[in-house]
């Protein structure tokens, strides 16, 4: 006898408000949005073993269409993640979290790229980086985080992937969100920003 996969629970998403005391180590005092204009998304998602989980994203307010939208998409085609928690978590740490494969959006913090040093667009909430193991970032070929490796040839697609054309590419790029992904030399596979960068 075949099993039948079991029908999910329908989506949800749910924007609340948040205070600077619910942002202990991913906001301060000077970053360029504050709680005010920063909104939790409690979502549903489906896991990789198949089942539905509740997840956290903070954003900027201004985006939680977008965002909801683009979960509702990869949620009604089944495309898991692995986990979604603020990145208080992991104590604003952006290594931790990666390392973790965790799914997330806000973290008051400077861009790692060469030049200058600016704003991340996730200081903004205006980025989501998704399945970090799954979907490393590549620079100068040294592969972040370390535990991605097996996931730097990109010809070996696997689920919760990030790909050319695929439904999660697809989903981001129907709300006009660019991504890292096709950044010439340094592709940063987890990467969705509102500008692209």
């Not at 998403?13 to 504050?34: D, K, M, N």
């Not at 959006?105 to 790229?113: D, G, I, L, T, Y």
């Not at 535990?147 to 010809?155: E, G, L």
């Amino acid at each position: 006898m075949v099993a039948v996969p079991a029908t999910p629970p329908p989506f949800v998403a749910r924007i609340e408000r948040v205070t600077a005391a619910q942002l202990p180590y991913s906001w301060r005092p000077g970053c360029p949005v504050g709680p005010p204009q920063l909104r939790r998304v409690r979502l549903r998602y489906l896991g990789f073993d198949g089942s539905a989980h509740m997840g956290q994203l903070v954003v900027n307010a201004r985006v939680t269409g977008d965002v909801v939208s683009v979960f509702r998409r990869l949620y009604a085609a089944r495309f898991p993640i692995r986990q979604m928690r603020p990145i208080d978590v992991f104590h604003g740490s952006d290594s931790r979290s990666t390392a973790a494969d965790n799914t997330s959006s806000f973290n008051c913090r400077f861009a790692v790229a060469a030049g200058p040093k600016h704003w991340s667009m996730h200081a903004y909430g205006e980025a989501i980086d998704i399945n970090t193991v799954e979907n490393p970032y590549i620079q100068s070929g040294r592969v972040s985080p370390a535990n991605a490796k097996a996931y730097a040839d990109r010809t070996n697609v696997r689920p919760g992937m990030a790909v050319e054309g695929n439904v999660l590419v697809r989903a981001f790029a129907r709300v006009g969100w660019g991504w890292g992904g096709r950044w010439a030399g340094s592709p940063d596979y987890q990467h969705f920003s509102t500008n692209g960068r």
